[in-house]
Protein backbone atom coordinates (compact mmCIF):
# COMPACT_ATOMS: atom_id res chain seq x y z
CA UNK A 1 0.00 0.00 0.00
CA UNK A 2 1.15 3.81 -0.18
CA UNK A 3 2.49 5.69 2.44
CA UNK A 4 0.68 8.47 3.39
CA UNK A 5 3.25 9.75 5.92
CA UNK A 6 7.01 10.12 4.53
CA UNK A 7 9.70 11.35 7.08
CA UNK A 8 13.11 11.88 6.41
CA UNK A 9 15.81 13.01 7.69
CA UNK A 10 13.90 14.86 10.47
CA UNK A 11 16.45 17.45 12.95
CA UNK A 12 15.38 19.39 15.51
CA UNK A 13 17.27 21.08 17.99
CA UNK A 14 15.49 23.31 20.70
CA UNK A 15 17.84 26.46 21.86
CA UNK A 16 17.72 27.71 25.68
CA UNK A 17 19.98 30.46 26.56
CA UNK A 18 23.80 29.28 25.07
CA UNK A 19 22.41 25.56 24.75
CA UNK A 20 21.26 23.49 22.11
CA UNK A 21 19.06 20.59 23.18
CA UNK A 22 19.32 18.05 20.51
CA UNK A 23 15.99 16.48 19.97
CA UNK A 24 15.86 14.56 16.86
CA UNK A 25 19.06 14.06 14.98
CA UNK A 26 17.86 12.06 11.63
CA UNK A 27 14.75 10.39 11.99
CA UNK A 28 12.83 8.44 9.00
CA UNK A 29 9.73 6.92 8.78
CA UNK A 30 7.36 5.50 6.27
CA UNK A 31 3.90 5.22 7.49
CA UNK A 32 1.57 2.91 5.21
CA UNK A 33 -1.82 3.93 4.85
CA UNK A 34 -4.69 2.79 7.24
CA UNK A 35 -1.75 1.39 9.48
CA UNK A 36 -2.12 2.28 13.12
CA UNK A 37 1.98 2.60 14.17
CA UNK A 38 3.19 3.24 17.48
CA UNK A 39 6.39 5.71 18.50
CA UNK A 40 7.68 4.52 22.05
CA UNK A 41 10.41 5.62 24.08
CA UNK A 42 11.27 7.28 27.16
CA UNK A 43 10.34 10.39 28.43
CA UNK A 44 12.45 12.93 26.84
CA UNK A 45 13.37 10.78 23.69
CA UNK A 46 11.60 13.36 21.45
CA UNK A 47 8.24 11.65 20.94
CA UNK A 48 6.30 14.98 21.03
CA UNK A 49 9.17 16.89 18.82
CA UNK A 50 8.55 14.27 15.94
CA UNK A 51 4.26 14.28 16.76
CA UNK A 52 4.20 17.94 16.28
CA UNK A 53 6.62 18.34 13.41
CA UNK A 54 4.11 15.43 11.64
CA UNK A 55 1.15 17.38 12.52
CA UNK A 56 2.61 20.81 11.43
CA UNK A 57 2.36 22.17 14.61
CA UNK A 58 6.48 22.85 14.65
CA UNK A 59 9.49 23.36 12.11
CA UNK A 60 12.26 21.39 11.88
CA UNK A 61 15.50 22.67 11.52
CA UNK A 62 15.88 19.83 8.31
CA UNK A 63 14.68 17.02 6.66
CA UNK A 64 11.28 16.56 5.47
CA UNK A 65 7.39 15.32 5.98
CA UNK A 66 5.35 14.11 3.20
CA UNK A 67 1.79 13.80 4.03
CA UNK A 68 -0.28 12.78 1.42
CA UNK A 69 2.57 13.39 -1.05
CA UNK A 70 2.56 16.85 -0.36
CA UNK A 71 5.83 18.71 1.52
CA UNK A 72 4.50 19.50 4.71
CA UNK A 73 6.68 22.64 5.60
CA UNK A 74 7.20 23.92 2.21
CA UNK A 75 3.38 25.27 2.44
CA UNK A 76 2.69 28.75 3.30
CA UNK A 77 1.47 28.63 6.97
CA UNK A 78 -2.16 29.52 6.02
CA UNK A 79 -2.09 26.52 3.70
CA UNK A 80 -0.88 24.06 6.58
CA UNK A 81 -3.10 25.33 8.97
CA UNK A 82 -5.64 24.44 6.81
CA UNK A 83 -4.10 21.41 5.08
CA UNK A 84 -4.09 20.16 9.19
CA UNK A 85 -7.59 21.05 9.98
CA UNK A 86 -9.17 19.86 7.22
CA UNK A 87 -6.86 16.33 6.60
CA UNK A 88 -5.19 15.82 10.55
CA UNK A 89 -6.59 15.05 14.03
CA UNK A 90 -5.15 15.42 16.81
CA UNK A 91 -5.40 13.96 20.45
CA UNK A 92 -3.46 15.09 23.49
CA UNK A 93 -3.02 13.88 26.92
CA UNK A 94 -4.67 16.32 28.16
CA UNK A 95 -7.73 16.52 26.38
CA UNK A 96 -7.58 20.12 25.78
CA UNK A 97 -11.47 20.50 25.85
CA UNK A 98 -13.08 23.40 26.87
CA UNK A 99 -14.35 23.54 29.86
CA UNK A 100 -17.38 25.56 29.74
CA UNK A 101 -19.57 24.02 27.10
CA UNK A 102 -20.99 20.59 26.76
CA UNK A 103 -19.88 17.69 24.83
CA UNK A 104 -21.48 17.95 21.54
CA UNK A 105 -20.36 21.65 21.84
CA UNK A 106 -17.16 20.91 21.77
CA UNK A 107 -17.43 18.40 18.87
CA UNK A 108 -18.51 20.77 16.89
CA UNK A 109 -16.00 23.44 17.29
CA UNK A 110 -14.08 21.72 13.97
CA UNK A 111 -16.29 22.41 11.69
CA UNK A 112 -17.55 25.64 12.95
CA UNK A 113 -14.27 27.11 12.75
CA UNK A 114 -14.18 25.66 9.20
CA UNK A 115 -17.58 27.69 8.22
CA UNK A 116 -19.76 24.97 8.38
CA UNK A 117 -23.94 25.41 9.84
CA UNK A 118 -24.74 24.79 13.31
CA UNK A 119 -26.61 22.30 12.15
CA UNK A 120 -24.52 20.20 10.00
CA UNK A 121 -21.71 20.38 12.70
CA UNK A 122 -24.11 19.01 15.43
CA UNK A 123 -25.06 16.01 13.19
CA UNK A 124 -21.76 15.16 12.61
CA UNK A 125 -20.94 15.68 16.13
CA UNK A 126 -23.69 13.43 17.00
CA UNK A 127 -22.58 10.65 14.78
CA UNK A 128 -19.21 10.94 15.88
CA UNK A 129 -20.12 11.14 19.99
CA UNK A 130 -21.74 7.50 18.95
CA UNK A 131 -18.62 6.43 17.12
CA UNK A 132 -17.18 6.62 20.71
CA UNK A 133 -19.81 5.26 22.82
CA UNK A 134 -20.80 8.90 24.37
CA UNK A 135 -24.11 9.37 22.60
CA UNK A 136 -25.70 9.13 25.71
CA UNK A 137 -23.03 12.28 27.19
CA UNK A 138 -24.09 15.04 24.71
CA UNK A 139 -24.59 17.88 27.08
CA UNK A 140 -22.40 17.06 29.42
CA UNK A 141 -19.84 19.26 30.37
CA UNK A 142 -16.11 18.31 30.41
CA UNK A 143 -15.85 18.21 34.25
CA UNK A 144 -19.22 16.18 34.40
CA UNK A 145 -16.98 13.13 32.50
CA UNK A 146 -14.74 10.69 33.89
CA UNK A 147 -11.21 11.12 31.85
CA UNK A 148 -11.45 8.35 29.85
CA UNK A 149 -15.23 9.51 28.97
CA UNK A 150 -13.01 13.19 28.20
CA UNK A 151 -10.67 11.88 25.77
CA UNK A 152 -13.38 9.95 24.32
CA UNK A 153 -14.85 13.23 23.50
CA UNK A 154 -11.80 14.58 21.98
CA UNK A 155 -11.36 11.52 19.76
CA UNK A 156 -14.88 12.14 18.69
CA UNK A 157 -13.23 15.78 17.83
CA UNK A 158 -10.87 14.51 16.23
CA UNK A 159 -12.39 12.69 13.65
CA UNK A 160 -14.63 15.30 12.50
CA UNK A 161 -13.33 16.26 9.71
CA UNK A 162 -13.06 12.22 8.82
CA UNK A 163 -8.82 12.79 9.06
CA UNK A 164 -6.77 10.83 6.68
CA UNK A 165 -4.15 11.30 9.41
CA UNK A 166 -4.98 11.07 13.55
CA UNK A 167 -2.27 11.89 15.79
CA UNK A 168 -2.01 10.99 19.18
CA UNK A 169 0.61 12.23 22.07
CA UNK A 170 0.15 9.82 25.27
CA UNK A 171 -3.36 9.56 25.02
CA UNK A 172 -3.66 7.87 28.08
CA UNK A 173 -0.93 9.16 29.79
CA UNK A 174 -3.73 10.49 32.38
CA UNK A 175 -6.06 7.91 32.91
CA UNK A 176 -6.78 4.64 34.82
CA UNK A 177 -5.80 1.08 33.74
CA UNK A 178 -9.39 0.19 32.50
CA UNK A 179 -9.95 3.86 30.83
CA UNK A 180 -6.92 3.10 28.61
CA UNK A 181 -7.88 -0.13 27.89
CA UNK A 182 -11.33 1.39 26.70
CA UNK A 183 -8.83 4.00 24.75
CA UNK A 184 -6.46 1.64 22.81
CA UNK A 185 -9.32 -0.82 21.98
CA UNK A 186 -11.50 2.02 20.14
CA UNK A 187 -8.50 3.13 18.25
CA UNK A 188 -7.75 -0.28 17.52
CA UNK A 189 -11.36 -0.31 15.99
CA UNK A 190 -11.19 3.04 14.38
CA UNK A 191 -8.18 1.85 12.66
CA UNK A 192 -9.87 -1.30 11.32
CA UNK A 193 -13.34 0.61 11.03
CA UNK A 194 -12.66 4.26 9.41
CA UNK A 195 -9.29 3.22 7.32
CA UNK A 196 -7.90 6.62 8.73
CA UNK A 197 -4.11 6.23 9.71
CA UNK A 198 -3.01 6.41 13.19
CA UNK A 199 0.21 7.46 14.58
CA UNK A 200 0.42 7.64 18.54
CA UNK A 201 3.30 7.93 20.95
CA UNK A 202 3.77 6.22 23.87
CA UNK A 203 6.47 5.02 26.77
CA UNK A 204 3.99 2.60 27.79
CA UNK A 205 4.18 -1.27 26.19
CA UNK A 206 0.44 -2.11 27.39
CA UNK A 207 -0.63 0.91 24.65
CA UNK A 208 1.93 0.33 22.00
CA UNK A 209 0.91 -3.18 21.94
CA UNK A 210 -2.56 -2.30 20.17
CA UNK A 211 -0.64 -1.32 17.10
CA UNK A 212 0.30 -2.91 14.38
CA UNK A 213 3.82 -1.74 14.25
CA UNK A 214 5.87 -0.13 17.00
CA UNK A 215 8.79 1.97 16.28
CA UNK A 216 11.29 2.42 19.04
CA UNK A 217 12.64 6.30 19.34
CA UNK A 218 15.72 6.62 21.81
CA UNK A 219 17.72 9.94 22.17
CA UNK A 220 16.04 11.04 18.77
CA UNK A 221 16.68 8.34 16.59
CA UNK A 222 15.01 5.34 15.83
CA UNK A 223 16.82 2.04 16.95
CA UNK A 224 14.38 -0.61 15.65
CA UNK A 225 10.85 -1.70 15.27
CA UNK A 226 8.55 -4.24 16.93
CA UNK A 227 5.28 -5.66 15.37
CA UNK A 228 2.34 -6.84 17.77
CA UNK A 229 -0.12 -6.89 14.74
CA UNK A 230 -1.91 -5.19 17.03
CA UNK A 231 -2.62 -8.53 19.29
CA UNK A 232 -2.41 -6.35 22.39
CA UNK A 233 0.51 -8.31 23.52
CA UNK A 234 2.15 -6.38 26.43
CA UNK A 235 4.73 -8.69 27.37
CA UNK A 236 6.48 -9.13 23.65
CA UNK A 237 6.64 -5.57 23.21
CA UNK A 238 8.27 -4.79 26.93
CA UNK A 239 10.83 -7.01 26.12
CA UNK A 240 11.35 -6.67 22.77
CA UNK A 241 11.82 -2.82 23.67
CA UNK A 242 13.78 -3.62 26.50
CA UNK A 243 16.39 -4.66 23.90
CA UNK A 244 16.47 -1.71 21.78
CA UNK A 245 15.88 0.93 24.39
CA UNK A 246 19.34 0.05 26.19
N1 LIG B 1 10.32 23.95 23.93
C1 LIG B 1 11.45 23.31 24.32
N2 LIG B 1 12.56 24.00 24.67
C2 LIG B 1 13.69 23.37 25.04
N3 LIG B 1 13.81 22.03 25.08
C3 LIG B 1 12.75 21.28 24.74
C4 LIG B 1 11.50 21.88 24.35
N4 LIG B 1 10.63 20.88 24.07
C5 LIG B 1 11.28 19.73 24.28
N5 LIG B 1 12.56 19.96 24.68
C6 LIG B 1 13.60 18.94 24.97
O1 LIG B 1 13.73 18.12 23.82
C7 LIG B 1 13.87 16.74 24.18
C8 LIG B 1 12.73 15.94 23.59
O2 LIG B 1 11.50 16.38 24.17
P1 LIG B 1 10.07 15.77 23.80
O3 LIG B 1 9.95 15.72 22.32
O4 LIG B 1 9.06 16.53 24.55
O5 LIG B 1 10.21 14.27 24.36
P2 LIG B 1 9.09 13.24 24.85
O6 LIG B 1 7.78 13.66 24.30
O7 LIG B 1 9.58 11.92 24.32
O8 LIG B 1 9.12 13.26 26.34
C9 LIG B 1 13.90 16.74 25.71
O9 LIG B 1 15.24 16.77 26.10
C10 LIG B 1 13.20 18.01 26.08
O10 LIG B 1 13.63 18.47 27.32
MG1 LIG C 1 5.93 14.04 25.16
Not at 14 to 38: H, M, P, Q, T
Not at 212 to 218: A, G, I, S, T
Amino acid sequence: MADLVVVEQLVKAYRLGDESIRALVGVDLSVEKGRFVAIMGASGSGKTTLLHLIGGLDLPDSGRVTIAGEDLHRMSDERRTLFRRRRMGIVFQAYNLLPTISAVDNVMLPLLVDGQSAGRARERAVEKLRLVHLDHRLSHRPNALSGGEQQRVAIARSLMNNPDLILADEPTGNLDPTSSEEIWQLLRSLSRDTGATIIMVTHEPSAAAYADVVHVLKAGRFTGTIQPEGTGDATLVATRYAQLAN
